[in-house]
């Protein structure tokens, strides 16, 4: 079984981050980031039910809902 990280995970925690530093575009990054790690953590969950490739990173998900959520505030 082939593992690999899930590319959504990896592009929200990098949105989360940005959405904390920038002032108003923040918001605009943090929804971005908060849709795409609920997405990633979907594919993630799927992942583990098909056969084939094992997707990782469902910690990478959790940390970037949390920082999207801060950078939202």
Do not use: D
């Amino acid at each position: 079984m082939e593992e690999k990280t899930n590319g959504k995970a990896v592009s929200s925690i990098l949105l989360g981050a940005l959405s904390t530093i920038t002032p108003y575009i923040g918001i605009f990054l943090g929804v971005v980031g908060l849709v795409g790690s609920f997405i990633a953590l979907r594919e993630i969950k799927h992942s583990r039910i098909s056969e084939g490739v094992h997707q990782k990173g469902e910690s990478i998900a959790a940390i970037a809902i949390i920082l999207c959520i801060i950078g939202i505030l």
